[in-house]
């Protein structure tokens, strides 16, 4: 039975895997050209689509480096940390600590083991999580002071201790009621969690960073937008869309959709508005609503709650098989115990690092999904869509020193767009209309 279901899991993942890889010919004929083009030209290296000054590249090169070891050393940091600080019993005598601190009330103690957890976690990443920040102010990615970063830092670990600290007591509680079923209905719980928590995000953002409606600074671009809006048959009225005073705190552009429901919106940040033009903003927000028509939040909903799923159903095994063997020697004696809350999250810090190259697999084919409905949801609106795409991608891969032409393996495993020289020769190339060819999602007129 079980089997069974694991098995029509990975059919329906198949399936949707197939459904979105689906090419029309001019989408396959710009695929090859930007593959040919990468082929051609050495690692790291200028293509003709995309290009660097020798200083840029030289950039590039470094941070490119930097960030292959950074992202690595980061995960493999969060597995062994972990495995150190169970190996020398810290979570036992957090769980000793906050139940002999409060043996009446299962609620104290649950939220004072959270908090020691968090703070020891803090220390532990600190000083990776130090060296990226530094790193992004020395090549100029951030302007925000160490005392805004801090407080940033000091704000999402207050967040997650007061929320994350609800939904661990609604773990905890399940677990003691159903011990061998406790996955599953954990799971339950975690869909309409996920939704909730999709919603919030605008909420969220707003306690990192100032908004303001699109419209009170840039009424001339919101018009623009609309024509997008208008030929996409989409519902998002101006007041819908935002801008991000991004500014505040890094140089580096983007723009996005996020909320669910009555919370969702575009979101435009301020330094894109400020570097792009607006033929190119209007290209970057057709991305975006790329997203919203091809419904890639309600996709990506469905396959964060399926990915749970598993991760549940295997996270099971593992603890009691974990508990079971090195339970005495980390002095956690069962899954009811707050320590094992640790033992819970270094498997998902193992399934974190097995599943980060599907789901940025799933991501970039949705990226390029979206690079397409941009492209031809500007067609007619602006005088050159191929051109005008292209510029788009320059001005964000030179601000962010992006590599034209990264390793494939390192762009399989950990990216979650498609290397910038790969969208920007992509854009080049395609054209269904002078080929004669139909456009994949607008129909010729
Ligand atoms: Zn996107």
Excluded at 63 to 68: P, Q
Excluded at 126 to 147: F, N, T
């Amino acid at each position: 039975m079980r089997v069974r279901r694991l098995l029509l899991i990975c059919l329906f993942l198949t399936f949707t895997l197939g459904a979105r890889a689906s090419e029309t010919p001019a989408e396959h004929a710009a695929s090859v050209y930007a593959q040919q083009e990468l082929d051609a030209a050495p690692r790291h290296a200028n293509i003709p689509d995309y290009s660097l000054s020798p200083d840029e590249l030289a950039k590039s090169r470094q941070l490119s480096t930097i960030r292959v070891t950074l992202h690595f050393v980061e995960e493999a940091w969060n597995i062994l940390s972990l495995l150190i600080l169970l190996g020398l019993g810290v979570f036992a005598w957090m769980q000793k600590v906050a139940v002999k601190r409060f043996p009446g009330s299962r609620w104290a103690q649950g939220f004072l083991f959270l908090l020691l957890y968090l703070l020891v976690d803090f220390l532990v990443s600190l000083p990776l999580d130090v060296y990226q920040q530094r790193l992004s102010l020395q090549y100029g990615l951030s302007v925000q002071s160490w005392p805004s970063w801090l407080g940033d830092t000091s704000k999402s670990l207050g967040l997650t201790w007061f929320f994350g600290g609800l939904i661990m007591m609604l773990l905890f509680y399940i677990i003691r009621k159903y011990p061998r079923r406790w996955w599953v209905v954990f799971w339950g719980f975690t869909i309409p969690l996920v939704f909730l928590i999709m919603f919030a995000v605008p909420y969220i953002n707003h306690l990192f960073n100032h908004y303001e409606p699109l419209q009170q600074s840039n009424p001339e671009l919101v018009t623009r937008l609309e024509q997008v809006v208008k030929k996409g048959h989409m519902d998002i009225p101006p007041e819908r869309m935002y801008l991000m005073k991004a500014s505040e705190k890094v140089t580096t552009l983007n723009a996005d959709v996020e909320g669910f429901g009555s919370s969702k919106r575009v979101v435009v940040w301020d330094t894109t508005t400020r570097k792009m033009t607006p033929d190119e903003i209007l290209f970057v927000f057709g991305h975006e609503s790329g997203h919203y028509v091809l419904g890639h939040i309600e996709t990506g909903l469905a396959a964060t709650i399926m990915g749970l799923f598993l991760s549940f159903f295997f996270a099971y095994y593992f603890v009691q098989w974990a508990i079971g063997t090195f339970g005495p020697r980390w002095g956690i004696s069962s899954q009811n115990d707050w320590a094992a809350l640790a033992v819970l999250l270094l498997v998902f810090s193992i399934f974190g690092v097995i599943s980060e190259p599907i789901e940025n697999s799933f991501s970039r084919m949705d990226e390029h999904a979206a690079d397409v409905y941009g492209q031809e949801a500007v067609h007619g609106l602006v005088a050159d869509p191929q051109a005008v795409a292209k510029g788009a991608f320059d001005v964000l891969g030179k601000i962010s020193y992006a590599d034209p032409n990264p390793s494939p393996l390192y762009e399989f495993w950990t990216y979650s767009h498609p290397a910038i020289g790969r969208r920007a020769a992509f854009a080049t190339a395609y054209d269904p209309w002078a080929l004669g060819m139909e456009p994949k999602y607008f129909k010729k007129q």
